[in-house]
């Protein structure tokens, strides 16, 4: 194959050395970029403004709202009844099986007071406060709050009150009573 001449390529007025390659004479990949800088970067500025109009413009009244709905914690379930202050951890024994929750800790405030820390059978942690409200002695109102879970249940919080109480009712001024 003969040698083709070595001929100046011709762009936009500006003249540019080519390199042979086996198709002939072209501008080299480096040279061919360096031949219209301002063209490339004219796309690319025109591709950052049509990408940016289309972002904007997508987001007006279509668009969903971009923060959900703030979440909403439930009521803590409380309840009462009558019964012996002495009787309460047996009864919470009771009522926290019959829960399908098991007692972790118990700490004691103060003498009117008793905090019931739980765990249910699905590894959620709970707790269960105690007061005694209107004590005629060691025994009166006994006052309950629950919170089961981190953003409470309240199903299970007053089925776990439903049978404590109704295990301190059965023990209230009896030394035993049979679990029902």
């Known amino acids: ?6 001929t100046p390529l011709r762009t ?15 501008p080299s990949a480096a040279r061919r ?6 063209h490339g970067r004219r796309w690319q ?10 972002l904007i413009g997508s987001a ?9 709905a703030p979440v909403r914690f439930q009521e803590q379930a409380t309840g009462a009844a009558m019964g012996d202050w002495d009787d309460l951890e047996a ?14 800790r118990l700490t004691r405030p103060s003498d ?4 019931f820390e739980l765990r249910t059978i699905t590894d959620e942690d709970g707790r269960l ?12 109102r006994i006052e309950l709050r629950a919170r089961i879970g981190r953003f409470g249940s309240l199903d299970w919080e007053r089925r776990l009150i439903d049978r404590v109480s109704r295990r301190l009712t059965d023990l209230h001024g009896v030394d035993a009573a049979p679990i029902r």
Not at 1 to 6: A, D, L
Not at 12 to 26: F, H, K, L, N, Y
Not at 45 to 54: H, K, P
Request: glycine share 10%.
């Open 1 to 6: 194959m003969p040698e083709q001449p070595h």
């Open 12 to 26: 936009r007025g500006r003249t540019i050395d080519t390199a042979r390659t086996s198709r002939g004479t072209r």
């Open 33 to 38: 970029d360096q031949a219209t800088p301002a």
């Open 45 to 54: 500025l025109l591709g950052a403004v049509a990408w940016a109009a289309g």
């Open 60 to 68: 007006g009244c279509a668009m969903p709202d971009p923060l959900p």
């Open 91 to 104: 009864a919470v024994i009771v009522g926290a099986s019959q829960s399908e929750m098991a007692i972790v």
């Open 112 to 115: 009117r007071e008793a905090v």
């Open 129 to 140: 406060v105690a007061t005694l409200i209107e004590p005629e002695g060691w025994s009166g």
